[in-house]
């Protein structure tokens, strides 16, 4: 079964702590998406990848950082830099074709206290 | 600054009549048009598509249409189902795919 798998479901961290979240596919894409998603504000962009090792910034990309080292792995560190890191995070992949549908994984909520 | 912009954040409708969710966006150079459903809990799936040389795509019960003079695109579901209750989001791409998404539309249908 091809699909995203992003783990875990549900992070707990105090706050001033860095956290990895995990995103891997197996679906063959080339491209790569991380997302947040606040109440009432739908899906902001964070960062997105169209290859291995390269990787460019979106539109709320301060205070995260990412790594696209391998084709299926692209994970997201959220840094004591981001101020409100307590979100839904949600990460994407798709062909590398203008257009191509974004197939979802289920989503990390991490909650920063 | 909100390049995708869903005004209604919430539409209820009766089941069997069509459902109307409408976006707007302020980007001329997107080219390609997405609508995503999304249930809690879980990551949106694709539901339709539009390229900008059409102005209208159909898929059983969904039809998107999209009006470029006025930068707007609607979904229309009809008939609606009481399982097409979720929260649908409006997508919008350029050159690098790199997508934008509106803030959503909380759709419910009632029996």
Same mark, same amino acid.
């Given at each position: 079964d091809g699909g995203i798998t992003q783990s875990p479901k549900y992070l707990f961290r105090k706050e001033g702590q860095n956290v990895t979240l995990s995103c891997e596919q =197996?679906? =063959?894409?080339d491209a790569m998406y991380w997302y947040r998603q606040d109440p009432g504000q739908g899906l902001r962009l964070i960062y997105y990848s169209q290859i291995v090792n390269d990787f460019q910034k979106g539109d709320i990309a301060e205070g995260y950082s990412v790594s696209r080292e391998k084709k299926e792995s692209f994970p997201l560190t959220v840094t004591s830099?981001?101020? =409100?890191?307590t979100a839904f995070y949600l990460c994407a992949s798709s062909i590398n074709e203008r257009g191509s549908p974004l197939h979802f994984g289920n989503g990390t909520r991490l909650t920063v206290t | 600054d909100q390049q995708v912009k869903q005004n209604s954040p919430s539409l209820s409708v009766q089941e069997g009549r069509i459902s109307i969710l409408n976006c707007d966006y302020?980007?001329?150079?997107?080219d390609y048009f997405l609508w995503y459903k999304k249930y809690p809990a879980e990551g949106p799936t694709f539901l339709i598509s539009i390229s900008s040389i059409k102005d209208k795509n159909e898929d059983g019960r969904f039809t998107v249409f999209l009006n470029k003079s006025a930068k707007h695109l609607s979904l229309h579901i009809v008939p609606s189902q009481p399982g097409d209750s979720a929260v649908y989001f409006c997508a919008a791409s350029a050159k690098n795919n790199d997508m934008r998404f509106g803030a959503g539309t909380r759709l419910t249908v009632k029996p």
């Open positions: =197996n679906l =063959n894409h830099a981001q101020k =409100n890191p | 302020t980007n001329s150079m997107f």
